[in-house]
């Protein structure tokens, strides 16, 4: 194997922004990151810590990162979002990603989760057939709305 997977550090927020810039880039977003190592270390370490994050480290790099946070259901009860799996590009292939995936599955699983959520763009084959083959669903029938920062501002300021 030759990495290891451990709880994400302070000392790692700027890997992690490199990881999740190198991620938007993958997703033909390359200037949508907006968040900043800053924003990282108040959001993940203050007093109430909105994520956490484990980190595949090989050769005292860090080669990847799961970041996820609670959520709550109506229906269900205590969730997990999945907000990002990452692997440097040059690093897939490896068992990196699974690994993540199974650290996070294994943290929802002791925290008594009753689902873990995750979004995945349509033409990403290659995670699609991995979650598939973990026994994960891919919902079809449902879709993903988003108000951005800009349109919250248009939305109340005009109503």
Known sequence: MGFIIRK????????????IKELAAFEKEP?????????????GFGKKPLFKFYVAELEGVVVGMALFYPR??????KTIHLEDLIVKQNKRGLGIGKALYKQVMR??????????EWVVLDWNKTALDFYKSTGAT?????????????????FINKN
């Open 72 to 77: 709550y259901s109506t229906w269900k009860g």
């Open 138 to 154: 891919i919902l079809t029938d449902w879709h993903l709305a988003q108000m951005d920062e800009k349109a919250l501002n248009i």
């Open 31 to 43: 200037d949508a990151v907006m968040v900043t190592e800053n924003d990282l270390i108040r959001d």
């Open 8 to 19: 994400g550090k302070f000392p790692d927020i700027s890997q992690v922004l490199n990881l």
């Open 107 to 116: 943290y929802a699983y002791k925290k008594k989760a009753k689902r873990v």
